[in-house]
């Protein structure tokens, strides 16, 4: 499995980006896709993910209201439309693929800049 995430970029504080991950490999209503995000000098985090079955949405605290996590089984690609973003948001984003909603991922792609600019 291989997971290639892009959309990465500088942005100014309340615009937007949408990144994508494309899936290469078997995916299964199992799985779960998953964002994360890793700052400098900080552990990565989880920021949201979403049941490939059933599209169930699961996000961070805080991002919550601001980012939304969706895919198209069609093309096997999950994206994360990030809305109002802030500095704070600023981080190397990866997609990843899983079972569980926030833990037990096996699969990461190569992870895609985001600077937020104030």
């Known amino acids: 499995v291989q997971l290639q995430a892009s959309g990465g970029g500088l942005v100014q504080a309340g615009g937007s980006l949408r990144l994508s991950c494309v899936v290469a490999?078997?995916?299964?209503?199992?799985?779960?896709m998953g964002w994360f995000r890793q700052a400098p000098g900080k552990e990565r985090e989880f920021v949201a993910s979403?049941?490939?079955?059933?599209?169930?949405?699961y996000y961070a605290d805080s991002v919550k209201g601001r980012f939304y996590i969706s895919r198209d089984k069609a093309s096997k690609t999950v994206y994360l439309q990030m809305d109002s973003l802030k500095t704070q948001d600023t981080a190397v984003y990866y997609c990843?693929?899983?079972?569980?909603?926030?833990?037990?991922?096996?699969?990461w792609g190569q992870g895609t800049l985001v600077t937020v600019s104030s």
């Open positions: 979403i049941r490939w079955g059933a599209g169930n949405t």
């Open positions: 490999g078997h995916t299964f209503s199992s799985h779960v």
């Open positions: 990843a693929r899983g079972t569980g909603i926030r833990t037990d991922y096996n699969y």
